[in-house]
């Protein structure tokens, strides 16, 4: 079946350590996102990209980076430099023509730092 | 500023009961598009419905309707004869097209539904 897997679906780190968040997507979509989502609050743009080798930082891009070397791949790096990186990741992705395909989500990474 | 409004934080109801979720956005765009998403407590964001700024024609899935009016720049959600698998976080969310990807939303913060049997 066709989807988006994002792993681990729980990740702990120590403050002070970079973290990589996996974002894999099969349904040959060239537009891919990350949200953020913290309790009790909507989900925020962190970085976008639609097309390959290509991607834009979106409302809340400080402190992290992403690449998108390959089509299926967006992976997320929350970095060191990020005050609160605790919370629930989501990457979602969409086809072209976006305003005819709604965004489809993975299943989330939950973030904990200590 | 808020884009998104999702006044309602919690709404219990007991099941089989009608549930109306309230959602007013702010826009300048005259082209956008609305959406609705479900988040059961797995956490993944389900797809609902999405509305385009230009058809304001209700719609209704099931038990699932929507009421969209942009006079008052509401797009309202309800669940009829909710039932116990409704219960999750459900997101309005907002797509404006003056961005450069449709797919950039600004969304709610959410409403939780707790539906008991």
């Known amino acids: 079946d066709g989807g988006i897997t994002q792993s681990p679906k729980y990740l702990f780190r120590k403050e002070g350590q970079n973290v990589t968040l996996s974002c894999e997507q099969n349904?040959?979509?060239?537009?891919m996102y990350w949200y953020r989502q913290d309790p009790g609050q909507g989900l925020r743009l962190i970085y976008y990209?639609?097309?390959?080798?290509?991607?834009q930082k979106g409302d809340i891009a400080e402190g992290y980076s992403v690449s998108r070397e390959k089509k299926e791949s967006f992976p997320l790096t929350v970095t060191s430099a990020q005050k609160n990186p605790t919370a629930f990741y989501l990457c979602?992705?969409?086809?072209?023509?976006?305003?005819?395909?709604?965004?489809?989500f993975g299943n989330g990474t939950r973030l904990t730092v200590t | 500023a808020q884009k998104v409004t999702q006044a309602q934080t919690e709404i219990s109801v007991v099941e089989k009961e009608d549930v109306t979720l309230d959602c007013v956005y702010e826009?300048?765009?005259?082209?956008?598009?609305l959406f609705w998403y479900k988040q059961p407590p797995s956490g993944e964001l389900v797809f609902l419905i999405r509305?385009?700024?230009?058809?304001?024609q209700n719609e209704i899935s099931g038990r699932y309707s929507w009421n969209f009016q942009k006079s008052t720049s509401s797009f309202n959600f309800t669940i009829t004869a909710s039932q116990v698998v409704d219960s999750a976080v459900y997101f309005c969310?907002?797509?404006?097209?003056?961005?450069?990807?449709?797919?950039?939303?600004?969304f709610g913060a959410g409403t939780q539904v707790v539906v008991t049997p």
């Open positions: 979602a992705s969409s086809g072209q023509g976006a305003r005819d395909s709604p965004l489809h």
């Open positions: 349904l040959n979509h060239d537009a």
């Open positions: 990209s639609q097309i390959v080798n290509d991607f």
């Open positions: 826009t300048r765009d005259t082209t956008y598009y």
């Open positions: 509305r385009n700024s230009f058809d304001e």
């Open positions: 969310a907002l797509s404006e097209a003056e961005t450069d990807s449709w797919g950039k939303l600004q």
